[in-house]
Protein backbone atom coordinates (compact mmCIF):
# COMPACT_ATOMS: atom_id res chain seq x y z
CA UNK A 1 0.00 0.00 0.00
CA UNK A 2 3.08 2.18 1.31
CA UNK A 3 4.66 1.46 -2.15
CA UNK A 4 1.92 3.23 -4.25
CA UNK A 5 2.00 6.53 -2.26
CA UNK A 6 3.77 9.19 -4.05
CA UNK A 7 7.19 9.70 -2.61
CA UNK A 8 8.06 12.41 -0.21
CA UNK A 9 9.64 15.14 -2.93
CA UNK A 10 6.02 14.62 -4.47
CA UNK A 11 3.67 15.98 -1.46
CA UNK A 12 6.73 18.68 -0.74
CA UNK A 13 6.90 19.96 -3.99
CA UNK A 14 3.00 20.04 -4.37
CA UNK A 15 2.28 21.64 -1.37
CA UNK A 16 5.10 24.22 -1.87
CA UNK A 17 3.61 25.29 -5.17
CA UNK A 18 0.15 25.64 -4.11
CA UNK A 19 1.51 27.82 -1.06
CA UNK A 20 3.67 29.94 -3.67
CA UNK A 21 0.53 30.10 -6.03
CA UNK A 22 -1.89 31.14 -3.61
CA UNK A 23 0.10 33.30 -1.03
CA UNK A 24 2.03 35.03 -3.67
CA UNK A 25 -0.77 36.70 -5.14
CA UNK A 26 -3.89 36.24 -3.05
CA UNK A 27 -3.89 39.69 -2.33
CA UNK A 28 -4.04 41.07 -5.79
CA UNK A 29 -6.76 39.35 -6.34
CA UNK A 30 -8.80 40.86 -3.18
CA UNK A 31 -8.13 43.98 -4.32
CA UNK A 32 -9.28 43.38 -8.07
CA UNK A 33 -12.60 42.09 -6.52
CA UNK A 34 -12.75 44.63 -4.41
CA UNK A 35 -12.44 47.29 -7.06
CA UNK A 36 -14.63 45.43 -8.86
CA UNK A 37 -17.54 46.31 -6.29
CA UNK A 38 -17.33 42.68 -5.05
CA UNK A 39 -18.89 41.92 -1.43
CA UNK A 40 -16.65 40.20 1.57
CA UNK A 41 -18.86 37.31 0.52
CA UNK A 42 -18.69 37.44 -3.23
CA UNK A 43 -15.22 38.22 -2.85
CA UNK A 44 -15.16 34.53 -0.35
CA UNK A 45 -17.14 32.93 -3.43
CA UNK A 46 -14.44 34.06 -6.08
CA UNK A 47 -11.41 32.29 -4.37
CA UNK A 48 -13.45 29.43 -3.62
CA UNK A 49 -14.48 29.34 -7.25
CA UNK A 50 -11.26 29.76 -8.33
CA UNK A 51 -9.44 26.76 -5.97
CA UNK A 52 -11.79 24.19 -7.04
CA UNK A 53 -11.57 25.00 -10.83
CA UNK A 54 -8.08 25.10 -10.26
CA UNK A 55 -8.18 21.40 -8.53
CA UNK A 56 -11.30 19.94 -10.19
CA UNK A 57 -10.08 20.62 -13.76
CA UNK A 58 -6.30 20.31 -12.87
CA UNK A 59 -6.79 16.53 -11.15
CA UNK A 60 -8.87 15.42 -14.30
CA UNK A 61 -6.43 17.04 -17.42
CA UNK A 62 -3.82 15.24 -15.15
CA UNK A 63 -5.22 11.96 -14.52
CA UNK A 64 -6.68 11.97 -18.44
CA UNK A 65 -3.41 13.04 -20.20
CA UNK A 66 -1.36 11.22 -17.98
CA UNK A 67 1.37 14.44 -17.55
CA UNK A 68 1.04 17.17 -14.37
CA UNK A 69 -1.34 19.71 -15.29
CA UNK A 70 -0.22 22.45 -13.01
CA UNK A 71 -3.02 25.55 -13.16
CA UNK A 72 -3.40 28.12 -11.54
CA UNK A 73 -5.64 32.03 -11.49
CA UNK A 74 -4.91 34.69 -13.82
CA UNK A 75 -2.56 37.10 -12.15
CA UNK A 76 -1.83 39.35 -15.14
CA UNK A 77 -6.19 39.07 -15.50
CA UNK A 78 -6.53 40.21 -11.85
CA UNK A 79 -4.33 42.95 -12.23
CA UNK A 80 -6.28 43.89 -15.37
CA UNK A 81 -9.33 44.44 -13.52
CA UNK A 82 -8.19 46.03 -11.21
CA UNK A 83 -7.49 48.86 -13.65
CA UNK A 84 -10.56 48.52 -15.14
CA UNK A 85 -13.06 51.71 -15.59
CA UNK A 86 -14.48 52.01 -12.16
CA UNK A 87 -18.30 52.39 -12.29
CA UNK A 88 -18.59 48.06 -13.51
CA UNK A 89 -21.39 46.60 -11.41
CA UNK A 90 -20.40 43.04 -9.87
CA UNK A 91 -23.03 41.73 -12.65
CA UNK A 92 -21.31 43.22 -15.45
CA UNK A 93 -17.94 41.86 -14.19
CA UNK A 94 -19.29 38.51 -14.13
CA UNK A 95 -20.50 39.09 -17.77
CA UNK A 96 -16.86 39.79 -18.44
CA UNK A 97 -15.27 36.78 -17.06
CA UNK A 98 -18.15 34.61 -19.03
CA UNK A 99 -17.49 36.41 -22.42
CA UNK A 100 -13.06 35.97 -21.79
CA UNK A 101 -13.97 32.44 -20.85
CA UNK A 102 -16.62 31.57 -23.28
CA UNK A 103 -13.32 33.01 -26.16
CA UNK A 104 -11.11 30.83 -24.56
CA UNK A 105 -13.00 27.55 -24.71
CA UNK A 106 -13.85 28.53 -28.77
CA UNK A 107 -10.24 29.17 -29.13
CA UNK A 108 -9.28 25.90 -28.23
CA UNK A 109 -12.28 23.96 -29.91
CA UNK A 110 -12.34 25.83 -33.85
CA UNK A 111 -8.55 25.41 -35.33
CA UNK A 112 -9.14 28.36 -37.46
CA UNK A 113 -9.02 30.99 -34.12
CA UNK A 114 -5.72 29.14 -32.69
CA UNK A 115 -4.20 29.46 -35.55
CA UNK A 116 -5.21 33.08 -35.73
CA UNK A 117 -4.57 33.85 -32.19
CA UNK A 118 -0.49 32.63 -33.08
CA UNK A 119 -0.30 35.63 -35.54
CA UNK A 120 -0.71 38.09 -32.90
CA UNK A 121 2.56 39.40 -32.24
CA UNK A 122 3.90 38.82 -28.45
CA UNK A 123 5.25 42.18 -28.39
CA UNK A 124 2.20 43.56 -28.34
CA UNK A 125 0.25 41.58 -25.94
CA UNK A 126 3.34 42.10 -23.56
CA UNK A 127 3.16 45.45 -23.91
CA UNK A 128 -0.24 45.66 -22.99
CA UNK A 129 0.31 44.02 -19.92
CA UNK A 130 3.39 45.91 -18.84
CA UNK A 131 1.58 48.88 -19.12
CA UNK A 132 -1.54 47.30 -16.98
CA UNK A 133 1.17 46.46 -14.32
CA UNK A 134 2.97 49.42 -14.28
CA UNK A 135 0.77 51.93 -12.27
CA UNK A 136 0.66 49.00 -9.29
CA UNK A 137 4.20 48.39 -9.19
CA UNK A 138 4.62 52.48 -9.06
CA UNK A 139 2.09 52.75 -6.16
CA UNK A 140 4.42 50.51 -4.25
CA UNK A 141 7.23 53.19 -4.03
CA UNK A 142 4.79 56.30 -3.42
CA UNK A 143 3.12 54.67 -0.50
CA UNK A 144 6.50 55.03 0.46
CA UNK A 145 5.12 59.12 1.70
CA UNK A 146 2.71 57.22 3.76
CA UNK A 147 4.20 54.21 5.58
CA UNK A 148 7.96 54.04 4.55
CA UNK A 149 8.82 51.35 6.87
CA UNK A 150 6.49 48.93 5.33
CA UNK A 151 7.85 49.98 1.72
CA UNK A 152 11.29 49.57 2.85
CA UNK A 153 10.69 46.02 4.75
CA UNK A 154 8.99 44.37 2.05
CA UNK A 155 11.63 45.70 -0.81
CA UNK A 156 14.58 44.66 1.17
CA UNK A 157 13.08 41.18 2.08
CA UNK A 158 11.97 40.72 -1.72
CA UNK A 159 15.35 41.73 -2.54
CA UNK A 160 17.32 39.26 -0.47
CA UNK A 161 14.68 36.33 -0.83
CA UNK A 162 15.29 37.29 -4.84
CA UNK A 163 18.89 36.09 -4.53
CA UNK A 164 18.94 33.43 -1.96
CA UNK A 165 15.15 32.04 -2.47
CA UNK A 166 13.59 33.08 -5.43
CA UNK A 167 10.92 30.83 -5.25
CA UNK A 168 10.25 32.21 -1.62
CA UNK A 169 10.55 35.79 -2.58
CA UNK A 170 6.38 36.55 -2.37
CA UNK A 171 5.79 34.11 0.44
CA UNK A 172 8.55 36.17 2.50
CA UNK A 173 7.66 39.59 1.78
CA UNK A 174 3.76 38.17 2.22
CA UNK A 175 5.19 37.12 6.00
CA UNK A 176 7.35 40.13 6.26
CA UNK A 177 4.16 42.63 5.73
CA UNK A 178 1.71 40.01 8.11
CA UNK A 179 4.25 40.21 10.61
CA UNK A 180 4.74 44.11 11.10
CA UNK A 181 0.69 44.69 10.49
CA UNK A 182 -0.17 42.42 13.58
CA UNK A 183 3.18 44.39 15.64
CA UNK A 184 2.17 47.55 14.99
CA UNK A 185 -1.92 46.21 15.74
CA UNK A 186 -3.18 47.52 12.52
CA UNK A 187 -5.36 44.65 11.64
CA UNK A 188 -9.42 45.63 11.23
CA UNK A 189 -11.95 43.70 12.30
CA UNK A 190 -13.15 40.60 10.39
CA UNK A 191 -15.85 41.63 8.16
CA UNK A 192 -18.53 39.18 8.72
CA UNK A 193 -18.97 36.60 6.64
CA UNK A 194 -18.56 32.90 6.26
CA UNK A 195 -15.79 30.33 7.56
CA UNK A 196 -15.91 27.68 4.94
CA UNK A 197 -15.91 27.48 1.10
CA UNK A 198 -19.01 29.24 -0.41
CA UNK A 199 -20.34 29.75 -3.70
CA UNK A 200 -22.49 32.79 -4.42
CA UNK A 201 -24.12 32.93 -8.15
CA UNK A 202 -24.55 35.79 -9.83
CA UNK A 203 -26.20 36.13 -12.88
CA UNK A 204 -24.14 37.67 -15.59
CA UNK A 205 -25.18 40.93 -17.58
CA UNK A 206 -23.15 41.42 -20.93
CA UNK A 207 -22.21 44.91 -21.64
CA UNK A 208 -21.21 45.58 -25.01
CA UNK A 209 -18.24 48.19 -23.92
CA UNK A 210 -17.22 46.11 -21.17
CA UNK A 211 -16.74 43.00 -23.01
CA UNK A 212 -14.82 45.21 -25.65
CA UNK A 213 -12.86 47.80 -23.08
CA UNK A 214 -11.95 44.28 -20.79
CA UNK A 215 -13.07 40.71 -21.58
CA UNK A 216 -11.00 40.79 -24.39
CA UNK A 217 -8.10 42.42 -22.81
CA UNK A 218 -8.48 39.74 -19.76
CA UNK A 219 -8.76 36.72 -22.60
CA UNK A 220 -5.43 38.15 -24.47
CA UNK A 221 -3.47 38.63 -21.33
CA UNK A 222 -4.27 35.45 -19.75
CA UNK A 223 -3.59 33.36 -22.86
CA UNK A 224 -0.33 34.70 -23.67
CA UNK A 225 1.14 35.39 -20.45
CA UNK A 226 -0.83 32.14 -18.66
CA UNK A 227 -1.51 29.44 -21.28
CA UNK A 228 1.19 29.70 -23.97
CA UNK A 229 4.07 29.91 -21.11
CA UNK A 230 2.45 26.82 -19.26
CA UNK A 231 2.41 24.97 -22.38
CA UNK A 232 6.19 25.62 -23.25
CA UNK A 233 6.93 24.32 -19.16
CA UNK A 234 5.15 21.03 -20.56
CA UNK A 235 7.61 21.20 -23.42
CA UNK A 236 10.86 21.82 -21.64
CA UNK A 237 9.76 19.20 -18.87
CA UNK A 238 9.89 16.29 -21.80
CA UNK A 239 5.99 16.00 -22.50
CA UNK A 240 4.57 16.72 -25.81
CA UNK A 241 0.83 18.27 -24.86
CA UNK A 242 -1.88 18.91 -27.57
CA UNK A 243 -2.89 22.51 -27.16
CA UNK A 244 -6.68 22.19 -28.09
CA UNK A 245 -7.41 19.55 -24.97
CA UNK A 246 -5.35 21.81 -22.14
CA UNK A 247 -7.40 25.15 -23.58
CA UNK A 248 -10.57 23.55 -23.79
CA UNK A 249 -10.45 21.90 -20.34
CA UNK A 250 -8.97 25.08 -18.65
CA UNK A 251 -11.57 27.27 -20.45
CA UNK A 252 -14.84 25.08 -19.17
CA UNK A 253 -13.29 24.97 -16.08
CA UNK A 254 -13.21 28.81 -16.13
CA UNK A 255 -16.34 29.05 -17.94
CA UNK A 256 -18.25 26.80 -15.03
CA UNK A 257 -16.36 28.87 -12.13
CA UNK A 258 -17.11 32.49 -14.21
CA UNK A 259 -20.55 32.99 -12.70
CA UNK A 260 -19.35 32.37 -9.04
CA UNK A 261 -16.66 35.55 -9.58
CA UNK A 262 -13.85 33.23 -11.35
CA UNK A 263 -11.95 35.94 -13.31
CA UNK A 264 -9.90 33.26 -15.17
CA UNK A 265 -8.39 29.75 -14.47
CA UNK A 266 -5.63 28.43 -16.21
CA UNK A 267 -2.48 26.64 -16.87
CA UNK A 268 0.42 27.68 -14.58
CA UNK A 269 4.00 28.54 -15.40
CA UNK A 270 6.20 29.43 -12.01
CA UNK A 271 4.22 26.70 -10.15
CA UNK A 272 4.18 24.07 -12.81
CA UNK A 273 8.03 24.79 -13.02
CA UNK A 274 8.21 23.26 -9.69
CA UNK A 275 5.65 20.05 -10.40
CA UNK A 276 6.73 19.30 -14.36
CA UNK A 277 10.59 19.24 -12.24
CA UNK A 278 12.84 16.18 -12.12
CA UNK A 279 13.07 16.72 -8.80
CA UNK A 280 9.37 16.27 -7.52
CA UNK A 281 9.28 12.75 -9.47
CA UNK A 282 12.24 11.18 -10.75
CA UNK A 283 10.08 8.92 -13.05
CA UNK A 284 8.90 10.95 -15.93
CA UNK A 285 5.81 8.49 -16.29
CA UNK A 286 4.15 8.83 -12.64
CA UNK A 287 4.95 12.35 -12.75
CA UNK A 288 1.35 13.22 -13.14
CA UNK A 289 0.79 11.90 -9.66
CA UNK A 290 2.28 15.67 -8.48
CA UNK A 291 -0.48 17.24 -10.37
CA UNK A 292 -3.17 15.61 -8.56
CA UNK A 293 -1.41 16.30 -5.01
CA UNK A 294 -1.30 19.67 -6.03
CA UNK A 295 -5.02 19.85 -6.88
CA UNK A 296 -5.74 18.06 -3.75
CA UNK A 297 -4.14 20.68 -1.63
CA UNK A 298 -5.97 23.81 -3.74
CA UNK A 299 -9.03 21.64 -2.29
CA UNK A 300 -8.21 22.47 0.72
CA UNK A 301 -7.78 25.61 -0.13
CA UNK A 302 -11.61 26.08 -1.44
CA UNK A 303 -12.38 24.56 1.73
CA UNK A 304 -11.15 27.86 3.55
CA UNK A 305 -11.11 30.06 1.06
CA UNK A 306 -13.71 32.88 2.94
CA UNK A 307 -11.39 33.19 6.55
CA UNK A 308 -8.48 33.37 3.78
CA UNK A 309 -10.84 36.39 1.85
CA UNK A 310 -11.74 38.26 5.29
CA UNK A 311 -7.76 38.03 6.78
CA UNK A 312 -6.74 40.15 3.55
CA UNK A 313 -9.98 42.54 4.23
CA UNK A 314 -8.81 43.31 7.56
CA UNK A 315 -5.77 44.36 6.40
CA UNK A 316 -4.88 48.10 5.70
CA UNK A 317 -5.39 49.12 2.16
CA UNK A 318 -2.04 50.44 2.45
CA UNK A 319 -0.69 47.02 3.22
CA UNK A 320 -2.79 45.52 0.14
CA UNK A 321 -2.08 47.69 -2.24
CA UNK A 322 2.01 47.43 -0.97
CA UNK A 323 1.82 43.70 -1.65
CA UNK A 324 0.33 43.52 -4.96
CA UNK A 325 2.77 46.04 -6.23
CA UNK A 326 5.58 43.93 -5.23
CA UNK A 327 3.85 40.48 -6.34
CA UNK A 328 3.51 42.40 -10.17
CA UNK A 329 7.51 43.29 -10.25
CA UNK A 330 8.34 39.69 -11.88
CA UNK A 331 5.63 39.45 -14.01
CA UNK A 332 6.24 43.21 -14.95
CA UNK A 333 10.09 42.19 -15.86
CA UNK A 334 9.10 39.60 -17.94
CA UNK A 335 6.42 41.03 -20.30
CA UNK A 336 8.69 44.40 -20.56
CA UNK A 337 11.51 41.59 -21.67
CA UNK A 338 9.48 39.79 -24.15
CA UNK A 339 8.10 43.52 -25.41
CA UNK A 340 11.58 44.33 -26.20
CA UNK A 341 12.43 41.09 -27.58
CA UNK A 342 11.74 42.21 -31.24
CA UNK A 343 13.71 44.63 -32.47
CA UNK A 344 11.42 45.20 -35.40
CA UNK A 345 8.25 45.69 -33.05
CA UNK A 346 9.77 47.94 -30.67
CA UNK A 347 8.25 51.14 -31.35
CA UNK A 348 4.49 50.13 -31.45
CA UNK A 349 5.48 47.79 -28.41
CA UNK A 350 6.52 51.05 -26.69
CA UNK A 351 3.70 53.23 -27.68
CA UNK A 352 0.96 50.33 -26.68
CA UNK A 353 2.66 50.32 -23.13
CA UNK A 354 2.63 54.16 -23.31
CA UNK A 355 -1.59 54.05 -23.92
CA UNK A 356 -2.45 51.24 -22.02
CA UNK A 357 -0.05 52.72 -18.86
CA UNK A 358 -1.72 56.43 -19.39
CA UNK A 359 -4.78 55.16 -17.88
CA UNK A 360 -6.87 56.59 -21.15
CA UNK A 361 -10.62 55.92 -21.11
CA UNK A 362 -12.38 57.09 -24.28
CA UNK A 363 -16.27 56.33 -25.38
CA UNK A 364 -16.18 53.97 -22.10
CA UNK A 365 -13.43 51.68 -23.01
CA UNK A 366 -10.64 51.38 -21.10
CA UNK A 367 -7.01 52.41 -21.39
CA UNK A 368 -6.09 48.48 -22.27
CA UNK A 369 -8.41 48.81 -25.26
CA UNK A 370 -6.68 51.81 -26.58
CA UNK A 371 -3.15 50.31 -25.97
CA UNK A 372 -4.11 47.37 -28.38
CA UNK A 373 -5.39 49.67 -30.76
CA UNK A 374 -2.64 51.80 -30.61
CA UNK A 375 -0.14 48.93 -30.79
CA UNK A 376 -1.54 47.46 -33.58
CA UNK A 377 -2.61 50.42 -36.06
CA UNK A 378 1.39 50.84 -35.36
CA UNK A 379 2.35 47.82 -36.50
CA UNK A 380 0.59 47.99 -39.29
CA UNK A 381 1.55 51.35 -40.55
CA UNK A 382 5.69 49.86 -40.03
CA UNK A 383 4.85 46.76 -41.78
CA UNK A 384 3.34 48.85 -44.53
CA UNK A 385 5.77 51.87 -44.80
CA UNK A 386 8.76 48.85 -44.66
CA UNK A 387 7.05 46.82 -47.42
CA UNK A 388 6.65 50.23 -49.41
Known sequence: ???????????????????????????????????????????????????????????????????PVVLAWSTPGAALLAAATPGLSWPVAIGIFVSAALAMVLLGAVPLLGRLAQRIPPSIAAAMLAGVLLPFCLKLFGLGAADPLLVA????????????????????ALAAGMALTLLRDDVGPFPPGATFGTLVPVMPVLDARAIL?????????????????????????????????????????????????????????????ICTAEEAHPERSKRWTVGMLYAGFYLLLAIFSPLLVRLFLALPPTVIAALTGLALIPALLGAMETML????????????????????????????????????????????????
Open 1 to 67: MLRRLPPAPAWSSALIAALVGFGGTIALVVQAMQHLGASAAQTGSTVTALCLGIALAGAALSWRLRM
Open 153 to 172: LLVAVFVAARQRLPLYALLL
Open 341 to 388: AAKADRDPAILTFLATGSGLALFGLGSAFWGLVVGFLALAASRFLKRG
Open 213 to 273: SVALPLFLVTLVSQNLPGLVVLRSAGYDPEPRPLLVGTGIAWLAAAPFGAHGVNLAAITAA
